[in-house]
């Protein structure tokens, strides 16, 4: 490997690191919003799931994902495991 592609590679990967980093951050922002639904819900005796939402979410995002050139496949594999989580935080809060 040359210097050249090397010092391209570190710069690539540095780049890559930020964006962990940042959707790290965007996660925990997330996460603290859907803890206060989670708790609003089980103050309201409502169901963790909301399938209407979630549904609508999900076709949100997948546009979302073919205008930002994302497989809308994989847009919708993670959005349904963040769901998933968020319901299980849901279920814990009501106990």
Sequence with gaps: MTDTTQAELEEIRASIDNIDAALIHVL?????YTKRVGKLKAEHD???????????????????????????AFAEKFLNFIIDEVIHHHEAVRG
């Excluded at 925990?28 to 603290?32: S, Y």
């Excluded at 409502?46 to 809308?72: H, N, S, Y």
């Design 28 to 32: 925990a922002e997330r996460f603290k």
């Design 46 to 72: 409502l169901p963790p799931a909301d399938p209407e939402r979630e549904a609508r979410q999900i076709t949100r995002l997948r546009a979302l994902a073919i205008e930002a050139d994302l497989d809308p």
